[in-house]
């Protein structure tokens, strides 16, 4: 099966970017996903690319895709304290189950 | 608009008992999917429901069962609960195999 990797922590200044990192291990997945959990929450979805695209922006956010390495980030511009939460990277096939495999989040912390 | 609903919010249940989560879907969506999210982990799938039928079913025993009704709702059902259910429960719908949008979740403590 899919195997999703993220790092546990990143701690950033507010105001600085943020770049949450992602490997995956099978090259047919389709839908790429970010999801925000804050804290005793459940996940939002924030942002998505098709495996076809090399880079998606929406607002303060950036997808990047390297399919090549096998590699997802999510970057924040101009990091806020309202952003520290847990980020998930998650990823599916266009066929098959359907299922989005998860990695284990990445915890973003914000200093003032 | 109202998002996922889920009840209750918090549960507290002793091990060997049984517990039962409700889900209510985002308007519109017809299909609901199950995860247990434990303490620092990723959500893991447990089954989805569509059409009030059990479609696809993750690594969990028989010991977590669901069911849907016709107006979409879910339910979620653990007997002889074990300490390690301890976790987060959430539920996501989708409209068929979209993407998911997923509820506060169900925090469930077994003692």
């Known amino acids: 099966g899919e195997d999703v990797e993220q790092s546990l922590f990143l701690s950033v200044r507010e105001g600085d970017s943020s770049v949450i990192n992602c490997t995956y291990t099978?090259?047919?997945?389709?839908?790429l996903y970010w999801y925000k959990q804050e804290p005793g929450a459940g996940l939002q979805l924030l942002t998505y690319?098709?495996?076809?695209?090399d880079m998606k922006q929406d607002q303060r956010l950036t997808v990047l895709l390297n399919k090549k390495d096998k590699h997802l980030s999510l970057r924040i511009a101009d990091t806020q304290t309202g952003d520290s939460a847990i980020y998930f990277c998650?990823?599916?096939?266009?066929?098959?189950?359907?299922?989005?495999?998860f990695g284990r989040g990445t915890s973003l912390i914000v200093h003032p | 608009d109202a998002g996922v609903t889920q009840s209750p919010t918090h549960l507290i249940k002793t091990r060997g008992q049984q517990v039962t989560l409700r889900c209510s879907p985002k308007?519109?969506?017809?299909?609901v999917s199950w995860y247990q999210q434990a303490l620092g982990q990723g959500p893991q799938f447990i089954f989805q429901?569509?059409?009030?039928?059990?479609?696809q079913r993750g690594n969990f025993p028989d010991r977590f069962s669901g069911h849907q009704f016709p107006n979409y709702s879910s339910e979620l059902n653990v007997n002889a609960l074990l300490l390690g259910d301890s976790a987060l429960y959430l539920c996501?719908?989708?409209?068929?195999?979209?993407?998911?949008?997923f509820g506060p979740g169900t925090r469930l403590t077994v003692t």
């Open positions: 308007s519109g969506h017809d299909t």
């Open positions: 429901y569509y059409e009030e039928e059990e479609r």
């Open positions: 996501a719908s989708s409209f068929v195999q979209g993407e998911q949008y």
């Open positions: 690319i098709f495996s076809n695209m």
């Open positions: 998650a990823l599916r096939e266009s066929g098959g189950s359907y299922i989005p495999t």
């Open positions: 099978d090259s047919s997945s389709t839908y």
